[in-house]
Each structure stands twice: as C-alpha cells, then as structure tokens.
C-alpha cells in the first residue's frame, strides 16, 4: 500500500470513529428511576438496587445507563417526572418509595416495561390484575400489607401489656391510606384495643399532630407505612421522645434513627430484588409473565436504649423473637 493511500484511510477511519463509538454508547440498556423521595435520604436504597442490577449481569456505567428522577417528597411532581421518563424512550422505568410512583407511571405508558416497589396492595388499587398474574406492563415487589398491621399492633401491646389505647398516624395522600386506615381499624376491634386516627401530610402537620396526639393520652403511637413518614423519620422520632412516647415504625430505619421500635420488610433487599427484576425484564422478560414478589425478610428491630429511657421492661421471650437489638 502506498503512504499516500494509507494516510488517506487512516483519516476516514479518524473520521468514522466518534459514529462507531456513538452507536455502541446506545446499544446500553437506557433505564429511569423514578422514586417519591429525596437522593440523600435514600443512597443506600438506590446501592441496594444497584447490587440486584449486578446480580442480573448489569453494572450502571458499564452495560447500563441510569437516569434519576426525583420527587422530594411532592407526589404532585410524580406525572410530569414520569412523563419525562417516558419521552426519553427508556427501556424500563423503576419506580420505588411507594406505588404512587408506579401508578404514575402506568398512567403515562401502557407499553414502557414498569417495576414497581411499595408496602401498599397492587390489586386494590388497579396497578396489576392479581399478584400471581399482573398482566400488562406492570410488576414488581410488595410489602405484606394487611397482615403487617395486625401484627404491629400485636407487637406492641406484647411490649406494652397494658396498652388499649393508640394512635394511628396517616398520610392521606397515600394512595392507600384509607384500605390502611381500615385494617388497622379491623385489627384494633378483633384485639379490643381502641385505634384514633390522625392525619399529616407536611412537615408543619406532623408537629401540629403531636401536639394533638399528646393531650390524646394514648399508650402508644403507629406509624403508617409511608414513603414520606419515612423521609421525615428523624423529626417523627424525636416528637415522640418528646414525648415519651412509645411508637412502632414501619422499617428498621426508624429505629436507627432513634425510634423504639420497628416491624416490616427490610426495604433495602427489597429493592435488591427489584434490581434483579429490572435485570430480568433488560434480558427480555416481560412484567405480564413475572410474578408480583411479596416480601419475605420481614424483621422485628428493637432499640434498647430507648425502650430504657422509656421505662420499659423487655423480656426473654420478647428478645428472642427480635431480629435485631440496637444496645
């Protein structure tokens, strides 16, 4: 080959470079994260996730492209992030911190592959057909619902014998906030245990709960299981130590933070498992053929220096059913 003919095909190749390497850049799998809380609050879920992606053979920055969307806590901002989800084409949206995620992002794309994460019941409130068979374009992993309430009030009057009076703090921007209300209601009633129920949805709102809470008298509080309770945990916390008042939390977060106790799934490996999900769907499974997961590592924590200050005395028995004591 002549010199002349040789420079001449290093240029084209020089000049063709940037269009193979843009084309191998979009061959990565292009997925968005949508989630009803805040970055910070939530690192250690978005690892959780991450190390599931790993799992199903996917390494974001590597073979896998992420876009985050978050909501700070304003579900109102919700459609418009799923919307812009949807407009840039991405292979499958994730959508965590509650099923108000999920529903808004059903409600943008019939076609968009969607994993969802969130303690409410998929089914009551239309996202899937059943658990077992979602059909559509939606599945993903749920909490134990029902089931988690009843036993949290279990809990607690075994922690507090004497207990018969609590209170129930909601969120009514919960999509399923009333369904919650009611089963705490029906658990109360079969355990002859008299339930109020207090509302917040702001920041301002929980204070102003509090202070209504306090001249309720109540033996002890429960908190529902909610994607923004759980990114104010630390003011919800220290209200209730104000207050010395007893409170079961939805997950171990609570009690990490300084709260009593807590009773739920283990939400990081919950979403580990969404992360291995999403693999699944990126290798060519579709939500209609994956089974809606109900999660199974639901642990008891307890927070002893707490229970201490509180006065209250735990026994052998109850320990020994406790996953984890925080000294």
Request: without cysteine; aromatic residues 6%.
């Amino acid at each position: 080959m002549r010199r002349r003919e040789f420079v001449a095909r290093i240029g084209t190749l020089a000049l063709a470079w940037p269009l193979v390497a843009r084309a191998q850049r979009t061959t990565i799998p292009f997925i968005g994260f949508l989630n009803s809380g805040s970055p910070n609050e939530r690192a250690h879920l978005v690892d959780a996730f991450r190390q599931g992606l790993k799992e199903g053979g996917y390494i974001d920055g590597k073979n896998l492209a992420i876009e985050y969307r978050w909501a700070e806590g304003r579900p109102d901002l919700l459609p418009k992030l799923a919307a812009e989800l949807v407009e840039r084409k991405v292979a499958v949206i994730v959508a965590t911190g509650s099923l108000a995620p999920a529903m808004a992002a059903k409600a943008a794309t019939k076609t968009i592959p969607i994993v969802f994460t969130g303690a409410e019941d998929p089914v009551k409130l239309g996202l899937v057909a059943s658990l077992s068979h979602p059909r559509g374009n939606v599945t993903g992993i749920t909490g134990a619902g029902a089931a988690l309430h009843r036993k949290r009030l279990e809990i607690l009057k075994d922690l507090i014998p004497g207990a018969t009076k609590m209170v129930y703090l909601g969120n009514p921007d919960n999509p399923d906030a009333k369904a919650s209300a009611y089963d705490v209601l029906a658990g109360a009633e079969a355990m002859r245990m008299q339930v109020d129920i207090v509302n917040a949805r702001t920041e301002s709102e929980i204070d102003a709960v509090f202070a209504a809470i306090k001249q309720m008298r109540s033996h002890a509080l429960l908190v529902a299981t909610d994607a923004f309770f759980t990114s104010r945990r630390e003011q919800i916390v220290a209200l209730a130590a104000r207050d010395a008042l007893p409170a079961s939390y939805p997950f171990r977060e609570f009690p990490m933070a300084g709260g009593l106790m807590s009773y739920g799934p283990n939400i990081a490996d919950v979403y580990r498992q969404a992360g291995v999900y999403t693999a699944r769907v990126l290798n060519g499974a579709k939500p209609a053929d994956l089974p809606v997961i109900q999660a199974t590592k639901i642990e008891l924590v307890v927070n002893l220096k707490v229970a201490k200050k509180l006065g209250l005395s735990i026994s052998r028995d109850f320990l020994a059913r406790v996953d984890e004591v925080i000294q």
